[in-house]
């Protein structure tokens, strides 16, 4: 399955983003797909992720109650609504899916085996 990710921008601190994930080629339906992202410098960290029965959802502590991840089946479309942007969430955001992988595992990168291209996120403060 390839996967584009898009709306990365430039924003200021506070303001908010929505990142999307479309599955070209195939539906997302019967895949998990994440978010990870990674700033210059830094490792790849997990975002967040929805489980691939769609109701189980999973976020790094550090965007708890500011990011919330969606996965429409219809759509094909995974959106990451990121609101209450810090400049410390600017980095590239990826997003991954994987067809077979466990709950348990859903937080680590080597777990999925799709990724899209990333799309920039920069918040100044």
């Known amino acids: 399955v390839q996967l584009q990710a898009s709306g990365g921008g430039l924003v200021q601190a506070g303001d908010s983003l929505r990142l999307s994930c479309v599955a070209a080629?195939?539906?997302?339906?019967?895949?998990?797909v994440g978010w990870f992202r990674q700033a210059p410098g830094k490792e790849r960290e997990f975002v967040a992720a929805?489980?691939?029965?769609?109701?189980?959802?999973f976020y790094a502590d550090s965007v708890k109650g500011r990011f919330a991840i969606h996965k429409d089946n219809v759509k094909n479309t995974v959106t990451l609504q990121m609101s209450s942007l810090k400049p410390e969430d600017s980095a590239v955001y990826f997003c991954?899916?994987?067809?077979?992988?466990?709950?348990?595992?859903?937080?680590?990168?080597?777990?999925?085996?799709?990724w899209g291209q990333g799309t920039q996120v920069t918040v100044s403060s």
């Open positions: 929805v489980f691939r029965d769609g109701g189980s959802r």
């Open positions: 991954a899916a994987g067809r077979t992988l466990i709950m348990s595992s859903i937080r680590r990168d080597q777990a999925y085996h799709y």
């Open positions: 080629g195939e539906t997302f339906r019967g895949y998990s």
